[in-house]
């Protein structure tokens, strides 16, 4: 099975002709062979046919126009196995290619469809979702074709996807913390200031800085006085000259300034301390102080400003030793307390209808309202029972049992809980303790049930190791295989080296491998390194690999190698090897070397030639060299052409008659030796037989009491053996036919 080309598809351009159009691919049959004439799939026989085995032709009135894209793709059916071996099926060469092919390009296809040698996906159309109910409502995930590389990474958590079709509205459940940042927020969006923390209600904040922790209500009255336009970074000229253009600014001149450098320290006029000071206060702006206001100003400190922020002098004063400043918060718990309040007395707590911790001093104490407004505390409830709600109670709930059907009552105590919908377990285990069983116990002919859907695909169950890290998995069959079977396991766990065999019904029952046949699935029996594949009773042949090499031992007997009744080689053991043609041996080895029956064809020869023998003429071309004949020894006549020389017959030996013509001259038979009987004809006179040697009776038989001395190793007709004579065949007998051996006593053949 030559079948390595993971090629699945061939593609072609219409020309305008019926074809034919290559087919580069395997495939196990025609039905697994889909045409596409411009993305449209074609029927075979209406639209095209199969010329040969790699070739189509679209037929009259269905050629392709030019520039049609042709698309001839291989779809495997993997519906079912091509084979459906049984018990006691017959492994054939033939049957395992097919099941292996099918395997074989199903892979090649999904791998050249989907999967990557690295491990990714690659999706050639859109994915489309069928969803739990199998109808015709699905989810397409569609794909724009991409100009360049695309990478879409899904986030490490569980979740739901919002997509366009949505309301537009994340919720927070969607936002992992900290993952929205300033970039993320459009310039333009309008948030809503009561969803901002701390709560700014419906007003706007614009800041291209920070809002630090002043107050801003207080400071607004500061930047209200702020003119319009104004800023910090205004020069000395600019500010001097603002200055001057204000009404009664009186601004002191570098002049005016000299003046009063002139007037000495101290310096006094005419008038009196109460004339000037009178003169003073009568001016406009002249903003005399008093006495008092200079006992104010004697009060303020020398590094006192008068620019401190609220949260400056907030801070200052909490620094203070008992200072003990109040905040808003504290402010508004302090009007909430009524004049003379007790916070100790529980009874006049109690009376305004408050609670105090030692209300509660009993474990397990509840506290519930009965509608007055004055809470009381509800007395712990008795073991196991819960907290439901009862109108004709003065708190409307009270303790009690859990009615039947109306809940989940204690799982310990009840030994028949029920659910009223589906166990989500949460991603918990179900566990016991104490090496615990978890028993799943279906009534009457229940089953227990490892769902599948369109989404997870069959059920199953997994068995993990002891660390969780791996296991097996028992897996359901597909939907498409549309069965229901039942297997039933043995009632014993068997011996050692036994496997389960079905006896078809779905019986499964524990074998021995060694008495029974082994049946390959889809894929064949598989055989790791240096498993040996043993055959006969005793062990006779072994068939395996050593990881290097494949080996075919046949330590106690020989190998033989048959089609029908031929046989095609024989591997004699610790002997020679035949290989034969047509029933006959054309190539055996022997202790010598090498013997070829036939004529033995080779383009090339290297080697002295010394020990050739029996060469035909017509192989040898050219002029030869002189030799000497001394050793040329069995020349057929044939080849001898003109005229010889005279020679000394006195070496001639094994001269075929054939090749003696005419009349020979009498000679003396001395010397004769090895004469086949076959090469003797006619009547030989009365001779003494004490010297002849090497003579062969054949198979022959006949009222002379003959022994069978030899015969041949196989038998092409029908034979009858003499009345008062056995027959004993030497060796094994090869009958080639439905023959028939007619024996008056006994045959004998090995």
Known sequence: ???????????????????????????????????????????????????????????????????????????????????????????????????????????????????????????????????????????????????????????????????????????????????????????????????????????????????????????????????????????????????????????????????????????????????????????????????????????????????????????????????????????????????????????????????????????????????????????????????VADSSEATGVKWATVPAGSGMSNLVEDTSPQLGGDLDINGQDIVTTSNGDIDLDPNGSGKVVAKGNATRGSGQIKLNCEQNSHGVIIKGPPHSANADYTLTLPNTDGAANQVLKSDGSGNLDWVNQTTDTIVGGATGVDFNDNVKSRYGSSNELEVYHDSTYNIIDNANADLHIKHGTEFQAKFNQDGAVEIYYDGNVRLATTNAGLTATGTVTATTFSGSGASLTSLPAANLTGTLPAISATNLTNVPAANITGALPAISAANLTNIPAANITGTLPAISAANLTNVPAANITGTLPAIDGSNLTGITAGAQGGGGESIFFESEIAMDQDYTISTDHNALVAGPLTINATLTINSPSVVTIP
Not at 57 to 65: A, K
Not at 196 to 201: A, E, L, R
Not at 284 to 309: G, W, Y
Request: proline share 2%.
């Open 1 to 387: 099975m030559a079948t390595n080309s993971a090629n699945t598809s061939t593609s072609h351009t219409g020309n305008g002709s019926a074809g034919p159009f290559s087919i580069s691919f395997p495939y196990v049959g025609e039905i697994d062979v889909d045409v596409f004439v411009g993305g449209v799939l074609k029927t075979k026989t209406t639209h095209y046919t199969f010329t040969s085995a790699t070739q189509i032709t679209f037929t009259s009135g269905n050629e392709p126009s030019n520039g049609t894209a042709i698309l001839i793709q291989r779809d495997t059916e993997i519906g079912s196995a091509q084979v459906d071996f049984t018990d006691g099926s017959v492994l054939t060469e033939t049957d395992l290619d097919t099941n292996t092919k099918q395997l074989l390009f199903g892979i090649q296809e999904l791998t050249d469809d989907y999967v990557k040698r690295d491990g990714t996906q690659t999706v050639k159309a859109n994915l489309v979702f069928e969803g739990s109910t199998d109808d015709d409502n699905e989810t397409t995930l569609a794909i724009t074709n991409p100009t360049d590389d695309r990478t879409i990474t899904l986030p490490d958590r569980s979740g739901t996807v919002i997509t366009s079709g949505d309301t537009g509205t994340v919720t927070s459940t969607m936002i992992a913390d900290g993952t929205i940042l300033n970039a993320d927020v459009n310039a333009s969006a309008a948030i809503d200031g009561t969803k901002i923390s701390p709560n700014f209600g419906s007003q706007n904040i614009v800041t291209s800085g920070t809002v630090d922790g002043r107050d801003v209500s207080a400071d607004g009255s500061k930047l209200d006085g702020i003119d319009a336009g104004a800023k910090d970074d205004q020069t000395a000229a600019e500010i001097r000259t603002l200055v001057e253009s204000a009404s009664d600014s009186n601004v002191f001149t570098d002049a005016d300034h000299s003046k009063l450098n002139a007037i000495e320290a101290s310096a006094t006029a005419d008038q009196t301390d109460a004339e000037i000071r009178t003169a003073v206060e009568n001016a406009t702006d002249s903003n005399v102080f008093t006495d008092a206001d200079h006992s104010k100003l004697n009060a303020i400190e020398a590094n006192a400003t008068q620019d401190q922020t609220d949260a400056e002098i907030r801070a200052a004063v909490e620094a203070a030793t008992d200072s003990n400043v109040f905040t808003d918060a504290d402010h508004t718990k302090l009007n909430g307390i009524e004049t003379s309040a007790d916070v100790t007395d529980a009874t006049n707590v109690d009376a305004a209808g408050a609670v105090m911790n030692t209300d509660l001093g009993t474990k397990g104490q509840i506290l519930v309202g009965d509608g007055s407004g004055d809470p009381s505390a509800l007395s712990v409830g008795t073991n196991n029972y819960v907290l």
